[in-house]
């Protein structure tokens, strides 16, 4: 019998969980910390730090630091034979980086057990705060790049993905233009993912195909730092990068602090990835034809894909997969908060949001609602602001309805360029354990959704991928089917089926929400909006 861990530091919560691999495999242990409720020390709100310009959106790398440290513990303590322990992984949010000074390669191997990791790395940072995947505060930044790498085109077809604000890419350039004496001491930049696997190790390990792609800098077909995007970005960058290896690479073991400090045994450290690729492997999507829907503090939607198709309309990306292949994204920074904004504005409560969305009638009787609260990624949107078409501001039920059901028109409309073909849905993420919400996602795509035991599939896909390295390491490698065997068995009983006539109504409604939104953005001419209520 065999132990394998996964954590997953997403962007408001450290979740752990710990599989145990005998004649089946079963999850053992589940833990998570909430940024904001258990490290209060450091500010947070949602697991960002207030803003200091607009769409600057920055979170703290002592705070993670501080969270896997407590995380450990807990694992450290949990009763389980962890001499049976044999490799870690992990998922980190997506595009987040971290800048450390020279230091850190000498600090991160001798950390003193006595003390937690913070305070010891505090003088590693050449800059205090990690922009996130939020920040949307890069727009000429991400024309630089593009510019000078030949267009957006360009730049899409050898990278996976146009320039976007919160790739790290554009990030690093803006925090070389503006700190460049910070720049300047910089010797490596990571992302959250290789961040925390360097902590376990206890050195600078290298960054996986799957976090690597979300950057603007790694040349997808080789998985190698593409050089013109590289120099394009800022001067020196390429001695300040990571190397890029395999999702399956053990970059060695839990280092001598983790040991002394928990007791934990020498396990093998495997590369982390990015929380969406983690995703993949974790709601099975280890073959082409499944898709996947995430509700977490973002919205994605993804699919597994042999080989890289781009988006043409510049909206999505194409990922490295943990597996060796590709995968297809697109992600609505508008996902759980926005449905949070809306059940706090009416001062409701989850059960209650769900039944006002069971009460009111699918189509919203043809109001839409476009619920961009924060700066949007798909469509981008970089001035905020809910924009109603045909809603009263004082109708409760018509706001939860209609932020459910643009969510779920916008996912449809923007995953067309996947070319997928799907007759169920994965759902994962703290919202899809909400009926009402997985419903409404059935009736637009005209899919079947699945529920699975665990919410946090990108915590279970850290776990998974730790124990498909591990085979490897051993010499007797797992095909992917078997490594997600048993664990990602969706709930049967919970398959929730879509309504013909309610997806043919939704069939409908596509165009209608598209022309709002085209309207919205000031492309296209006020939408028909029929039987809806007096704007
Ligand atoms: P992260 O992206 O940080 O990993 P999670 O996947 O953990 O996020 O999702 C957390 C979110 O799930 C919360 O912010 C909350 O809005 C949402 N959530 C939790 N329970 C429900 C529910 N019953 N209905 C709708 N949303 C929910
Ligand atoms: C994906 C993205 C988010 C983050 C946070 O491109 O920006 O989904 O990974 O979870």
Known sequence: MSLYLGLDSSTQSLTAVVLEVAARTRIVFKASLSFDADFPQYGTRHGVLAGTEP??????????????????????????????????????????????????ASVLGRLDPRQSPAPQIAGCLSRPVSPIWMDSSTSRECEEIAAAVGGQRVLAERTGSRAFERFTGPQIRKFFRQEPAAYAATDRIHVVSSFLASLLAGRHVAIDPGDGSGMNLMDLATATWWPLAVDATAPGLAAKLPDIAASWTVAGTLSPYWQSRHGLPPARVVLWSGDNPCSLIGTGLVREGLAAISLGTSDTVFSLMRQPRIDPTGTGHVFGSPTGAFMGLTCFANGSIARERVRDQFGLTWPAFSAALAATPPGN????????????????????????????????????RGVVEAQMLSMALHSEWMQITFDTIHATGGASANREILGVMADVFGADVCQFEVEDSACLGAALRARHAHAIAEGHPLDWEDVVRDVVEPLIAARIQPDRARHAMYRDLLPVYAACEAHALGRGPAPPIAGCRAP
């Open 55 to 104: 769409g600057v959106v920055v979170s703290s790398p002592l705070l993670w630091a501080d969270a896997l440290d407590a995380m450990m513990g807990k694992v450290a303590a949990s009763g389980l034979d962890l001499r049976r322990l044999e490799a870690i992984a992990g998922s980190g949010q997506q595009h987040g980086s971290v800048y450390l000074n020279a230091s850190a």
């Open 365 to 400: 009787g043809g109001c839409i609602f476009l619920p961009w609260f924060d700066p949007e990624i798909t469509p981008p949107v970089l001035t905020p602001g809910p924009r109603r078409y045909g809603l009263t501001t004082d109708d409760a039920s018509g706001h939860v």
